[in-house]
């Protein structure tokens, strides 16, 4: 139980009387910060979340966006942070699982997962690595059992995630408009579980995520089983097409009180249940611990009497478990019963509503002195630099990762990971891009511009692919709200969010907020995620191979803005100097001019500059396609800079453009005319990655050595430490 004093004083003041034990467990379980939001809830509204292709229904768990044609695509994104840091494999699984169910709750079919993770220093840090393969293992283990490509994510180290493991999923679905569930309900309507069976595992969890994470509570952490989940889904989808269900929701934190309640609440009724009637995995349980478990593959379903035999049959076919535990009342109150003995009966709006906090802020001590920046040692040999770079644990290839997952399963990936984004194919002849970008060291420095930074990186790597941007998922994560300095940060990286998201027209479709990551050692790095998803109406921009002879061309200015950059931190480490910030106009105007010589099919490839900066960027190109390239570092536009500068400096809003010779001079023309800062900077032949600044060679590489480095050096390190 983890209510606070005076929320058990104004529980009691509310409802007029002390409340029984399973009321307080039921009420702690929804009060939590994780279930009520309650230090973030009034600033989350800053965001917009409205659009034209927005469709509210009231609730739904997932976002809805309308792709036209009759069709629907769902997406949302969760967390099982502290979970995944006691027991990796079974709290990243089970993270899927309850994303998955989030999506189906709409009515529409899960057709992608995507993720975005974080673990402490891999180089150095045994138990960083335990957590990093063990969550990849239950993230692939889990989708592919489940028939559901993972389909992209990003993955990063920081000592600041030391002993600890931040697990994001995300979800996409898909679905005609008309099958949308429209959650509603009559007098009498039946209350029904179905799908896994309560036990005591999960117990807790919700308050679990609301706390700092210093002892193992295993208990908090659910067993995941993508096999009952796989059979919810086409039981859920077969029952919504014969239209069985007039409400709907899935059971995530908080278990059956959160999802009792909320449900009668957004239909704005009463429900009584029996405790009796769940179905349960272990005997002897407590009214509350049926309330507040938080086991897996459930779905709480409101059926009419008339249809509960059809949904018992689906159920039959399937093999899927499912009771009937309660039914619709008009009285406003959650009535938990045990036969015929009373355990909780209370207001569903007090279990709900929180009471908000106004938790105060102030600006970070430290952000005073972290602008400063120092000058370096000139460094003598930038190939071996560049060398010790592409095994960097951030800069080195994910391969490693995404090869776990079953990326093309359902026929609908048309991009795979390992590009800057991936597409999937709709019914409607049309394509969707999704991406998922984070940067904490660039949050840390400068938590509003960071945070810009995640959102514009996500938008860029869906106009690589040829996509407009339509909606933006994302996920706040930081350390303790009620330090004030925190929750500074929390709010400056709200603010960016915001502000981006209105100049830019992208609605916030949906997100999470999770606090209290943080461990012995301190909090966590201010961690926004930003999820993008993009409409392609016509072909994605497929990348095609490039030889010899492409020209390459970049678009957009590199400034000296080297602050959070992976060269500072990996080559120096150095931690501060000035965090790149995004230009707004100049940014729209590159976004637009991309997707027009997208549209007019002169390239054959984009790539967009971010994580190692330019020097990255194109030795990936290279390296991806087994081809060298020569690059003038003079021709990079810009501010007049220092080699190093020019090729690691993370500026945003810039896209490398490769193109056959023959386009170039229609490419120039169009870029002229849109007056966007760009150059011709190079060409790619032979097999070596050349960077040179006049007369002068600054790197000179074999593709084939430096290929062989940034492809194993990851999971050599995970493999063999």
Excluded at 96 to 104: A, E, M, N, S, T
Excluded at 113 to 130: M, P, T, V, Y
Excluded at 435 to 451: L, S, T, V
Excluded at 466 to 474: E, H
Aim: aromatic fraction near 6%; glycine fraction near 10%.
């Amino acid at each position: 139980m983890s209510l606070e004093s005076q929320e058990l004083a104004e529980l009691k003041l509310k409802i007029g009387r002390v409340p029984t034990s399973t009321e307080l467990q039921i009420v702690s379980a929804e009060w939590s910060e994780h279930c009520s939001y309650k230090s973030s809830k009034k600033h989350l509204k800053m965001l917009p979340m409205k659009g034209p292709l927005v469709i509210h229904e009231k609730g739904f768990d997932s976002g809805v966006l309308d792709v036209g044609n009759g069709y629907v695509v769902t997406a949302h994104i969760e967390s099982h942070n502290h979970p995944s840091a006691v027991e990796p494999y079974g709290g990243a699984a089970t993270g899927v699982g309850g994303v998955i169910r989030d999506i189906l709750s709409a009515g529409t079919r899960p057709i992608a997962i995507f993720n975005g993770l974080r673990f402490g220093n891999i180089e150095k840090d045994k138990q960083a690595r335990w957590l990093f393969k063990n969550a990849v293992t239950g993230i692939a283990d889990y989708g592919n059992c489940l028939g559901i490509p993972t389909i992209g994510g990003e993955v990063e180290f920081d000592d600041c995630y030391q002993n600890y493991a931040l697990v994001d999923v995300a979800a996409v679905g898909f679905g005609k408009k008309e099958n949308l569930i429209k959650n509603h309900t009559t007098i009498g309507d039946l209350v029904v579980l179905l799908g896994g069976f309560t036990g005591r595992d999960g117990m807790g969890g919700s308050q679990f995520a609301s706390d700092s994470l210093e002892s193992e509570d295993r208990s908090a952490v659910q067993i995941p089983d993508p096999f009952i989940e796989k059979l919810i889904i086409e039981a859920i989808l077969e029952a919504r097409n014969q239209k069985l269900i007039n409400a709907m929701k899935d059971l995530g934190g908080g278990g059956l009180s959160c999802a009792v309640s909320e449900i009668a609440d957004t239909l704005q009724v009463g429900i009584e249940m029996d405790v009796e009637m769940v179905h349960t995995r272990e005997s002897n349980m407590h009214p509350y611990e049926i309330m507040i478990s938080e086991s897996q593959e459930r779905m709480l379903i409101i059926t009419s009497k008339t249809k509960l035999k059809k949904l018992q049959e689906i159920c039959k076919k399937f093999r899927i478990s499912c009771s009937v535990i309660g039914h619709i009342k008009s009285d406003n109150k959650i009535h938990v019963k045990k036969g015929n003995k009373t355990f909780a009966n209370i207001p569903t709006d007090v279990i709900v509503n929180a009471t908000l906090l106004d938790l105060p802020s102030k600006k970070p001590v430290y952000l005073k002195t972290i602008e400063k920046e120092k000058k370096f040692k000139l460094i003598s040999n930038y190939s071996k630099t560049m060398m010790t770079f592409l095994a960097a644990p951030n800069i080195a290839s994910k391969i490693w990762v995404y090869g776990q997952y079953d990326h093309e399963v359902g026929i609908r990936t048309v991009i795979k990971p390992g590009h800057d984004a991936s597409v999937l194919r709709l019914d409607n002849g049309k394509f969707l891009s999704v991406k998922i970008d984070g940067n904490p060291k660039q949050c840390y420095i400068n938590p509003r511009e960071g945070a810009i930074g995640c959102f514009e990186e996500a938008c860029r790597n869906v106009i690589c692919t040829g996509a407009t941007p339509i909606g933006m998922l994302d996920h706040l994560q930081f350390g303790n709200p009620k330090d004030p300095e925190i929750f500074w940060t929390f709010l400056e990286s709200l603010k960016g969010l915001t502000d981006f998201a209105n100049y830019f027209k992208i609605p916030c479709i949906g997100g999470k907020v999770s606090l209290y990551n943080e461990t012995p050692a301190g909090p966590i790095k201010p961690t926004p995620l930003i999820g993008v998803l993009g409409l392609i109406e016509k072909k994605p921009l497929i990348p095609q191979k490039i030889i010899d002879g492409d020209c390459l061309v970049i678009v957009g200015d590199t400034k000296d803005e080297m602050g959070g950059s992976e060269y500072f931190e990996y080559i120096h480490k150095f931690v501060g100097g000035k965090c790149p910030t995004v230009n707004f106009a100049e940014s729209k105007k590159n976004m637009k001019v991309v997707l027009k010589v997208i549209q007019n099919k002169l390239l054959k490839s984009v790539h967009d500059c971010s994580k190692g900066g330019l020097a990255v960027a194109v030795s990936e190109l290279c390296m991806i396609n087994q081809i060298g390239c020569r690059i003038s570092l003079e021709s990079v536009p810009g501010e007049k800079l220092d080699v190093d500068r020019i090729l690691f400096s993370e500026s945003h809003s810039r896209y490398l453009l490769t193109l056959e010779k023959k386009n170039l001079k229609k490419l120039e023309t169009i870029l002229k005319k849109n007056k966007v800062s760009f150059k011709l900077i190079g060409k790619f032949l032979g097999d070596r990655i050349q960077f040179t600044k006049g007369t002068k060679s600054i790197i000179d590489l074999r593709v084939d050595m430096a290929q062989k480095t940034w492809i194993n050096s990851l999971k050599d390190l995970v493999l063999h430490g």
